[in-house]
């Protein structure tokens, strides 16, 4: 402390604490102004400072137009009379007392303005970005300084632009609509005019001859005036777009800096105004202070920090408006003039087009088509009928929601992410358009400040440059391989989160301006529709007490835009009822979806610290709590038609993953037995908790595990000595197929094609899937009911029925490698009904207690598969576990297999058992492939 204190004589304790600064001097001469100023104020001086300081150096004033003063410089003389000992008042005046030139001798502070910008200045620029639009009132309650520039015009324009910005989008976009319409209907033209002027050429009759060319010629002009319509409609496109493009964004983003560097020169402010307040205190209280007796240098460096700040935010606030006079007067000029250039072209090539036809006739005077010589030669007559047909192809739109071939939706989303798998990625061409009725296409997000849709992944998503992976394009153009095919985009997803559609629902304005986005969106990508995925309304950061009935406005307003496009609406929606109470109207809101995604699985993961199933399909008798009582598939479905769904809006979901935990304890492995947490990320995913079938079927044929098949979830789990998964395999899908059909909901979604074993590293590929397809196309003549299916009332839950042992399928036998499975055919409904009694024998059992170690393939254990075990032997005196009458002919089932169709050889027939409480025995009519028919004894379709 001794080098720091001075002698008591020169009033002060403490020597100079530069805080590491260089300080150099000098001498400036100032000609004062008219009214004898020279344009600086001063602080510091005796008796508390040991020195005296620039305070701020005013615009426009002779000190500012010199340059050589900044704030924080130190004054040590006045025309040659040192000033240290005075205070600010009597150097002040000393200045005042000079006339026309004072010379003023300095040191300088060479201070770098990043020094200054501490944590405080960031948390204060916060601060003020917050308060930016309230009145002084409120940011004086706040504690913020006067200074605030409140309601700034200029900030204000930002918004203007932004509404300037979504009026010429909107314009552009239906610029372009029309462009493209034109494009068409010049293409068009072009080929009318080839085909007329080919007949033309080849018809042997000279009047005919002479029509059609003339007809061809008159397309052919019109193709000409439109390609001269489009290079003149062109540039106008051009000049628009850089204006959306270019000079909009320029501007924004000048503002932005504006504003930004408005709300650091009121930090500064504001740390100034409590630095000097700190001052005033230690004044009033005659006690030394620090800061100010070491010659206040931290103050005079947040001193030239504003006076910098204050630079920058002057020299923009300049720009700011130079950029939006011009932009208002280019705004005003585009508009008007470029509008009606547009209008005009589009006037000129239509007019233009009439004169073609004033001048030109299509048929000769002399040309009189009812004589037998005029009659059509078989080219032309081909020709018209291919002409008829495809415009009457042209003129049927697709209905999305025309199920009359196959009355259930089979609902596929695609986690597109995945194509950045390190193992086996997932692309675009993987997905095999025959096997969904609708692909999502996951996902695409909201811009939290505008609040429009947006591309989630520009480079694997887009098409608007050569560079990008035109994921859309790609997926879109599935339709082309399968016309019947219908494809969605899907919004929003988990860590999408629930914030901002939060906001943007609240609000009618946001609303209405994403709805005109997703318009847009739909139709520049050529969606079929919006898959509306918010997880979840009134949880996650939502808002409990209003996104209910925002989401619902929100849903309403989409149907209502969406109606005249024929856009499908759909929504993925939770499983858990607490979030179900809190986000959905249901009743009302089966009114206005094409139909609900229930997303019956993630009932239990890492996150909690016990093991459970990622989608039981009941709750067990011994779970009584409320958790496993909500918590399955069972539960949920049945509550969603209770509150108001109906069947042909539900969809249940199936997942292709199960929820993996690390284990804690391995003499502890039932089902709620305590768990260590989220198990390692899959070798593929990379997701912690998380093993999807693919990463499954592998680690289950390379490591030994031991698998548990649950009577009651009737679904598998699994375990090693690191590893506990509940998953679903060939057995519980179909089970939960099994279940959705008695149901009588209107279709399976898939969560999702990714997590399927694609690749066909275990067997064939797209187990999964091809489960799922052959379920729901396949025929199935009666299942015998085991109880019946009340709808829920109250909290009444559907229970399995008790049984001495756990429900499991029968063994699976293996076919011969040559066998394939035909293609299946479309479903015709039972003739009779089966005996009520139960088969004679049971399904084989697996021991309640743990089980002994095995190594199973990816399909074990399984109720059935697509291509049961085939059937070698006529039975004639063993009972058999199921008839049922197919064209009048007794069809008896006494066990799984194969059986000759009895009337149709292009035909045969699968008897499959299915494990499900409700379930039983199923018979499948399934199609030989074509040019091939069953043969009975070697159980396989053969060429014909």
């Given at each position: 402390?001794?080098?720091?204190?001075?002698?008591?004589?020169?009033?002060y304790?403490?020597?100079?604490d530069?805080?590491?600064m260089?300080?150099?001097?000098?001498?400036?001469?100032?000609k004062?102004?008219?009214?004898?100023?020279?344009?600086?104020?001063?602080?510091?001086?005796?008796?508390?400072?040991?020195?005296l300081?620039?305070?701020?150096?005013?615009?426009?004033?002779?000190?500012?137009k010199?340059?050589?003063?900044?704030?924080?410089d130190?004054?040590?003389?006045?025309?040659?009379?040192c000033?240290?000992?005075?205070?600010?008042?009597e150097?002040?005046r000393m200045i005042?007392?000079?006339?026309?030139?004072?010379t003023?001798?300095?040191?300088?502070?060479?201070?770098?303005p990043?020094?200054?910008?501490?944590?405080?200045?960031i948390?204060?620029?916060?601060?003020h970005?917050?308060?930016?639009?309230?009145?002084?009132?409120?940011?004086?309650?706040?504690?913020?300084?006067?200074?605030?520039l409140?309601?700034?015009?200029?900030v204000?324009?930002?918004?203007?632009?932004?509404?300037?910005?979504?009026?010429?989008?909107?314009?552009i976009?239906?610029?372009?609509?029309?462009?493209?319409?034109?494009?068409?209907?010049?293409?068009?033209?072009?080929?009318?005019?080839?085909?007329?002027?080919?007949?033309?050429?080849?018809e042997?009759?000279?009047?005919?001859?002479?029509?059609?060319?003339?007809?061809?010629n008159?397309?052919?002009?019109?193709?000409?005036?439109?390609?001269?319509?489009l290079?003149?409609?062109?540039?106008?496109?051009?000049?628009?777009?850089?204006?959306?493009?270019?000079?909009?964004?320029?501007?924004?983003?000048t503002?932005?800096?504006?504003?930004?560097?408005k709300?650091?020169?009121?930090s500064?402010?504001?740390?100034?105004?409590?630095m000097?307040?700190?001052?005033?205190?230690?004044?009033?209280?005659?006690?030394?202070?620090?800061?100010?007796?070491?010659?206040?240098?931290?103050?005079?460096?947040?001193?030239?920090?504003?006076?910098?700040?204050?630079?920058?935010f002057?020299?923009l606030?300049?720009d700011?408006?130079?950029?939006?006079?011009?932009?208002?007067q280019?705004?005003?000029?585009?508009?008007?003039?470029?509008?009606?250039?547009?209008?005009?072209?589009?006037?000129?090539?239509?007019?233009?087009?009439?004169q073609?036809l004033e001048?030109?006739c299509?048929?000769?005077?002399?040309l009189?088509?009812?004589?037998?010589?005029?009659?059509?030669?078989?080219?032309?007559?081909?020709?018209?009928?291919?002409?008829?047909?495809?415009?009457?192809?042209?003129?049927t739109?697709?209905?999305?929601?025309?199920y009359s071939?196959?009355?259930?939706?089979?609902?596929?989303?695609?986690?597109?992410?995945?194509?950045?798998?390190?193992?086996?990625?997932?692309?675009i061409e993987?997905?095999?358009p025959?096997?969904?009725?609708?692909?999502?296409?996951?996902?695409a997000?909201?811009?939290?400040?505008?609040?429009t849709?947006?591309?989630?992944?520009?480079?694997?998503?887009?098409n608007h440059?050569?560079?990008?992976?035109?994921?859309y394009?790609?997926?879109?153009n599935?339709?082309?391989?399968?016309?019947?095919?219908?494809?969605?985009i899907s919004?929003?997803?988990?860590?999408?989160?629930?914030e901002?559609?939060?906001?943007?629902?609240?609000?009618?304005t946001?609303?209405?301006?994403?709805?005109?986005?997703?318009?847009?969106?739909?139709q520049?990508?050529?969606?079929?529709?919006?898959d509306?995925?918010w997880?979840?309304?009134?949880s996650?950061?939502?808002?409990?007490?209003?996104?209910?009935?925002?989401?619902?406005?929100l849903?309403?307003?989409?149907k209502?835009?969406?109606?005249?496009?024929?856009?499908l609406?759909?929504?993925?929606?939770?499983?858990?009822?607490?979030?179900?109470?809190r986000?959905y109207?249901?009743?009302?809101l089966?009114?206005?979806?094409?139909?609900?995604?229930?997303?019956t699985y993630?009932?239990h993961g890492?996150?909690?610290?016990?093991?459970?199933?990622?989608?039981?399909?009941?709750?067990?008798?011994?779970?009584?709590?409320?958790?496993?009582?909500y918590?399955?598939?069972?539960?949920?479905?049945?509550?969603?038609?209770?509150?108001?769904?109906?069947?042909?809006?539900?969809?249940?979901?199936?997942?292709?993953?199960?929820?993996?935990?690390?284990?804690?304890?391995?003499?502890?492995?039932?089902l709620?037995?305590?768990?260590k947490?989220?198990?390692?990320?899959?070798?593929?995913?990379?997701?912690?908790?998380?093993?999807?079938?693919?990463e499954?079927?592998q680690l289950?044929?390379?490591?030994e595990?031991?698998?548990?098949?649950?009577?009651y979830?009737?679904a598998?789990?699994?375990y090693?000595?690191?590893?506990?998964?509940?998953?679903?395999?060939?057995?519980?899908?179909?089970?939960?197929l099994?279940?959705?059909?008695e149901?009588?909901?209107?279709?399976?979604?898939?969560?999702?094609?990714?997590?399927?074993?694609?690749?066909g590293?275990?067997?064939?590929k797209?187990?999964?899937l091809?489960?799922?397809?052959?379920?729901?196309?396949?025929?199935?003549?009666?299942?015998?009911r085991r109880?019946?299916?009340?709808?829920?009332?109250?909290?009444?839950?559907?229970?399995?029925?008790?049984?001495?042992?756990?429900?499991?399928?029968?063994?699976?036998?293996?076919?011969?490698?040559?066998?394939?499975?035909?293609k299946?055919?479309?479903?015709?409904?039972?003739?009779?009904?089966?005996s009520?009694?139960?088969?004679?024998?049971?399904?084989p059992?697996?021991?309640?207690?743990?089980?002994?170690?095995?190594?199973?393939?990816p399909t074990t254990?399984?109720?059935?598969?697509?291509?049961?075990?085939?059937?070698?032997?006529?039975?004639?005196?063993?009972t058999?576990?199921?008839t049922t009458?197919?064209?009048?002919?007794l069809i008896?089932?006494y066990?799984?297999?194969?059986?000759?169709?009895?009337?149709?050889?292009h035909?045969?027939?699968?008897?499959e058992?299915?494990?499900t409480?409700?379930?039983?025995?199923w018979?499948?009519?399934?199609?030989?492939?074509?040019?091939?028919?069953?043969?009975?004894?070697?159980?396989?379709?053969?060429?014909?």
């Amino acid at each position: 402390m001794s080098d720091m204190l001075m002698e008591e004589e020169d009033g002060y304790l403490y020597d100079e604490d530069k805080m590491g600064m260089r300080v150099s001097s000098g001498l400036v001469k100032i000609k004062k102004d008219d009214g004898n100023l020279i344009g600086i104020s001063i602080g510091g001086g005796a008796p508390n400072c040991p020195c005296l300081y620039v305070v701020q150096v005013f615009e426009n004033t002779p000190a500012a137009k010199d340059g050589t003063l900044e704030a924080g410089d130190e004054i040590i003389s006045v025309d040659g009379k040192c000033v240290k000992g005075s205070t600010k008042v009597e150097v002040a005046r000393m200045i005042q007392s000079i006339k026309d030139e004072v010379t003023i001798g300095y040191n300088k502070l060479h201070a770098d303005p990043k020094q200054g910008k501490t944590l405080d200045i960031i948390l204060k620029k916060l601060k003020h970005k917050m308060v930016d639009n309230m009145d002084s009132a409120t940011a004086d309650a706040l504690g913020l300084s006067r200074a605030i520039l409140c309601n700034d015009s200029l900030v204000k324009k930002l918004q203007e632009l932004d509404r300037n910005e979504f009026i010429f989008k909107g314009l552009i976009t239906h610029m372009n609509y029309v462009i493209r319409s034109y494009m068409d209907i010049v293409s068009t033209y072009k080929d009318f005019g080839d085909v007329f002027n080919e007949i033309g050429a080849h018809e042997p009759q000279t009047d005919a001859s002479l029509a059609f060319t003339n007809f061809g010629n008159v397309h052919r002009s019109f193709e000409k005036e439109g390609t001269k319509m489009l290079k003149d409609l062109k540039p106008i496109l051009s000049d628009l777009n850089t204006y959306l493009n270019k000079a909009i964004p320029d501007t924004q983003l000048t503002i932005k800096k504006y504003a930004d560097a408005k709300f650091e020169y009121l930090s500064y402010c504001l740390k100034v105004k409590e630095m000097d307040d700190e001052e005033y205190t230690y004044q009033a209280l005659q006690e030394p202070f620090y800061r100010v007796e070491t010659g206040n240098y931290e103050y005079r460096l947040i001193l030239r920090c504003r006076q910098e700040a204050r630079k920058r935010f002057a020299a923009l606030r300049s720009d700011v408006l130079v950029k939006l006079e011009l932009l208002d007067q280019k705004h005003v000029h585009n508009i008007a003039t470029h509008i009606t250039k547009f209008i005009s072209s589009l006037s000129s090539f239509i007019s233009n087009c009439h004169q073609h036809l004033e001048v030109n006739c299509f048929v000769p005077f002399e040309l009189d088509l009812s004589k037998k010589i005029m009659k059509m030669k078989t080219t032309f007559a081909l020709f018209c009928i291919c002409f008829c047909i495809g415009l009457l192809n042209a003129a049927t739109k697709r209905d999305h929601n025309d199920y009359s071939k196959n009355p259930m939706r089979i609902v596929c989303y695609v986690g597109t992410w995945s194509v950045y798998h390190k193992v086996d990625p997932y692309t675009i061409e993987d997905i095999d358009p025959f096997k969904c009725t609708h692909l999502m296409y996951g996902f695409a997000k909201i811009d939290e400040y505008k609040y429009t849709i947006q591309v989630f992944d520009p480079y694997q998503d887009d098409n608007h440059n050569s560079w990008e992976k035109r994921g859309y394009e790609r997926f879109n153009n599935l339709r082309l391989k399968n016309p019947e095919l219908t494809t969605m985009i899907s919004l929003g997803g988990w860590y999408e989160g629930s914030e901002k559609y939060s906001d943007m629902a609240a609000n009618p304005t946001y609303r209405q301006q994403f709805i005109q986005s997703v318009l847009d969106f739909l139709q520049e990508y050529k969606f079929d529709g919006l898959d509306l995925d918010w997880e979840y309304p009134g949880s996650r950061l939502g808002n409990p007490k209003i996104d209910k009935q925002n989401y619902l406005a929100l849903v309403r307003e989409l149907k209502d835009a969406f109606e005249p496009h024929g856009y499908l609406l759909t929504a993925a929606v939770s499983p858990g009822k607490d979030k179900i109470d809190r986000a959905y109207d249901i009743k009302e809101l089966n009114k206005l979806f094409d139909w609900m995604n229930v997303m019956t699985y993630d009932y239990h993961g890492g996150w909690e610290n016990f093991y459970g199933h990622n989608a039981p399909l009941y709750k067990r008798p011994d779970e009584t709590d409320e958790l496993h009582t909500y918590f399955n598939v069972n539960y949920t479905m049945h509550y969603y038609l209770n509150n108001g769904a109906t069947r042909d809006k539900l969809v249940m979901g199936v997942p292709f993953y199960g929820r993996a935990w690390s284990i804690e304890d391995r003499s502890k492995l039932k089902l709620g037995d305590p768990a260590k947490g989220m198990s390692p990320p899959g070798f593929i995913s990379g997701e912690e908790g998380v093993l999807s079938y693919i990463e499954l079927c592998q680690l289950f044929q390379k490591e030994e595990w031991h698998i548990q098949y649950d009577e009651y979830y009737n679904a598998p789990y699994g375990y090693n000595d690191k590893i506990w998964v509940g998953y679903d395999d060939l057995a519980s899908i179909s089970c939960k197929l099994a279940f959705l059909k008695e149901l009588g909901v209107s279709g399976v979604m898939v969560w999702s094609l990714e997590n399927d074993d694609f690749k066909g590293h275990c067997g064939p590929k797209n187990p999964l899937l091809n489960k799922v397809h052959n379920m729901i196309n396949a025929q199935r003549h009666q299942l015998q009911r085991r109880h019946p299916q009340p709808r829920l009332q109250h909290q009444q839950l559907l229970l399995p029925p008790p049984r001495q042992q756990p429900l499991l399928p029968p063994p699976r036998q293996q076919l011969p490698t040559t066998q394939q499975l035909p293609k299946r055919n479309s479903p015709t409904t039972p003739t009779t009904t089966p005996s009520p009694t139960t088969p004679t024998t049971t399904p084989p059992t697996t021991p309640t207690t743990t089980p002994s170690p095995t190594t199973p393939t990816p399909t074990t254990p399984t109720p059935t598969t697509s291509t049961p075990s085939p059937t070698t032997t006529e039975h004639t005196s063993e009972t058999p576990k199921y008839t049922t009458y197919i064209d009048g002919h007794l069809i008896k089932c006494y066990k799984q297999g194969y059986l000759p169709h009895p009337t149709d050889v292009h035909k045969y027939l699968v008897c499959e058992y299915i494990a499900t409480p409700n379930g039983g025995w199923w018979v499948h009519i399934m199609d030989c492939p074509k040019g091939t028919r069953w043969h009975a004894t070697l159980k396989n379709c053969i060429q014909e």
